[in-house]
């Protein structure tokens, strides 16, 4: 088998080799094994699953929360002539159906899908029709509770292992530390332990902390002494804006990105960004997971993460190319007290939770006893301002009380655009007003959809944009108008959070956050922000043993380029010709004999003299040095 994988990997990338443990995680996973890769950012998970997936019959469902990673996996597929395809929020039921059904009689190879509809019952019920030939988890730290990254939606993958019992899980994942290893395994019901692991070493990444009360400052410093695409990251929207125009005026080319962009913003900026028209990306974590751009020279933090998992992974995004590239976090005094507050803000006092609770369920209208399977649409600015609450705690019990199992909350589930024809189709033929491009438009969404004049009809913007030729604004402007002249009703896609309950309505002092909801990740919390905070603050050990300590990799070498060690070097030894140049630049009387410096022997100077006479730069007059052009007084 080992010959097909090769031949597969060598048709459809070109490749005449695997790199690193990817052949060990493919021959694994192709065996029948459950398998877990440890892989770092750049490592190339995507082909240990995709070349075993290719080598035999059958589906490889992929989970993954990262919609970005998806869309491009499947555009890229595609693009090599595999069949591929995904389901996540945004998508019509009616597409949802025909992905499914397309992955039960129409030979595809990839299936992607988020966590959140792997529970859903028409999944489950599609699933079981499907040839699946093994099961890929990524971002597998996901499923472990202690991990800096815990989605509870993860936990209902091992569902899928009891519907389809005989196939093998391959997870993947580019950080955890030696407990979430095993707790990955165990979540995932893995037969037996079986993990690969690819050292976490990134000799050309070059970590460097630099402490400086002037962030900007320092970071348009930096920009200005490496060359190259570069991304920086900070905490808050307002805070990408803020540093994108701040770089502008200092005469770079930068833009922003965080989740609040709408599609188009975030396809624009980010194409715009991987091409090179934009040098400098400033964004929140929502960028960079699932965008492959190798040639990043520089990852700039703003902002100290609260944990090493996140920004190991952030700034593994520098220099996937092989090339030198710098991790580079920027870090004030002011900064230990920031992030030590994000504790209590993560985790309210309990009580605190339970009031939340009760409000929700005021908010709700949600009678005792009630409740069980309901869903309600959730403001959470208008609930806090009604309940005098603040956003960022009360966002974080929500996901307290989701874990504890009373509710379910959904911060942001995309609803895609809407559209019904409000007058009849032989009434808009009457009509005259319109101007030339909202004519074309009506027509392609005609030609496009059905049942327009009888209900809404789920539309994409984009496609209409491309089919009719009109720019994307323009179509959006063209609808809203249309709306306005009640020819048609548009709704616009829009960003929706949700609170389901789980279970009815209880008394709010019954409410239970159990030690591994509350206390125990509490401390593997504050226990990962006072490691970010040690990698911050140490400046006597190696930043890369210590990233590479922190995920079990004890006995690793210093790397030798960041600032801890480069400010360990010797101090090179001073050219001897220049310190001669330098001294004789004063004018006065200087004989052979004075030509003396601290720590270079007598003999290495004359040699050094010598040769500048020779060459003429050194001049010896009545037994004085001077330079040319230059007599000495």
């Known amino acids: 088998m080992e010959d097909a994988y090769l031949s597969v990997l060598k048709k459809y990338w070109g490749y005449d080799n695997f790199r690193g443990i990817q052949r060990d995680i493919i021959e694994s996973i192709g065996s029948g094994k459950d398998t877990l890769g440890l892989m770092p950012t750049g490592g190339g998970k995507s082909i240990t699953f995709q070349v075993p997936a290719l080598s035999r019959e059958g589906l490889c469902l992929v989970v993954t929360p990262l919609i970005a990673l998806m869309k491009d996996q499947v555009h890229n597929l595609r693009q090599r002539g595999i069949k591929a395809t995904a389901v996540y929020s945004g998508l019509s039921h009616e597409e949802i159906i025909v992905a499914l059904e397309n992955c039960i009689f129409g030979n595809y190879k990839f299936l992607y899908v988020s966590p959140e509809r792997l529970a859903t019952d028409i999944f489950q019920t599609k699933v079981r029709r499907m040839p699946v030939s093994f099961l890929t988890v990524d971002e597998a730290h996901c499923i472990s509770q202690w991990g800096y990254d815990f989605r509870p939606s993860y936990t209902k ?11 093998p899980v391959l997870a993947l994942t580019a950080t955890a530390t ?25 000799k050309n990444l070059a970590y460097v902390v630099r402490h400086t009360e002037d962030k900007m400052g320092m970071l348009c410093h930096i920009l200005d002494s490496v060359e190259g695409s570069a991304i920086v990251y900070t905490r808050s929207r307002r805070n990408t804006k803020e540093a994108a125009e701040q770089l502008q005026t200092k005469g770079f080319t930068a833009t922003f990105y965080h989740a609040g962009l709408n599609d188009a913003e975030k396809d624009l900026r980010q194409r715009e960004w991987q091409t090179g028209k934009t040098r400098v990306m400033v964004a929140t974590n929502a960028f960079g997971m699932g965008i492959d751009k190798p040639d990043v020279r520089i990852v700039t933090h703003l902002d100290i993460p609260d944990s090493i998992e996140s920004y190991f992974q952030e700034a593994g995004r520098a220099g996937r190319d092989g090339q030198q590239a710098y991790a580079v976090l920027l870090y004030q005094k002011y900064d230990r007290t920031r992030l030590m507050k994000r504790i209590p803000e993560t985790f309210p006092d309990k009580d605190d ?27 959470l600015e208008e609930f806090c301002r009604n309940f005098k609450h603040f956003p960022v705690q009360t966002n974080s019990a929500l996901h307290l009380l989701e874990r504890a199992g009373y509710i379910e909350y959904t911060e942001e589930q995309e609803n895609a655009s809407r559209l019904h024809f409000l007058l009849r189709r032989d009434e808009l033929y009457r009509i005259h007003e319109l101007c030339e491009e909202q004519e074309q438009l009506i027509q392609w969404i005609l030609r496009s959809y059905g049942g327009l004049f009888s209900d809404y009809v ?8 491309t089919l009719s030729g009109i720019p994307d604004e323009r179509v959006y402007q063209h609808l809203l108008a249309l709306t306005r002249a009640r020819i048609l009703h548009y709704i616009p896609r829009k960003r929706t959070p949700y609170v389901t309950f789980t279970r009815k309505r209880v008394e709010t002092d019954r409410i239970v956050l159990p030690p591994e909801v509350y206390d125990d990740r509490k401390k593997g919390f504050k226990e990962r922000i006072e490691a970010m905070l040690h990698y911050a603050e140490e400046m006597d050990f190696c930043r890369s043993k ?9 006995d690793s070498p210093e790397c030798g380029q960041c600032d801890v060690c480069r400010r360990r070097q010797p101090a090179p030894t001073p050219d001897i010709e220049t310190l001669i140049l330098e001294k004789l630049k004063d004018g006065k009387k200087h004989t052979v004999g004075e030509m003396e410096f601290p720590g270079i022997p007598r003999d290495k100077t004359a040699q050094s003299l010598k040769r500048l006479m020779e060459e003429e730069t050194v001049l010896l007059s009545d037994g004085m040095l001077h330079l040319p052009g230059t007599t000495p007084c």
């Open 178 to 202: 030696p407990e979430v290893v095993k707790d990955i395994q165990r979540q995932l019901a893995f037969r037996e332990e079986n993990v690969f692991r690819m050292s976490f070493e990134r």
């Open 458 to 465: 789920f539309i994409d913007e984009r496609r209409l944009a």
């Open 353 to 379: 939770i339970r009031k939340v609770y009760e409000h929700v369920c005021y908010y709700c209208q949600m009678a005792m006893g009630d409740g069980y399977q309901v869903t309600r649409e959730f403001n």
């Open 157 to 167: 993958i091992a569902e899928i292992r009891k519907i389809l019992p005989d196939i």
């Open 546 to 554: 210590v990233l590479l300590h922190y995920f079990g990799e004890e």
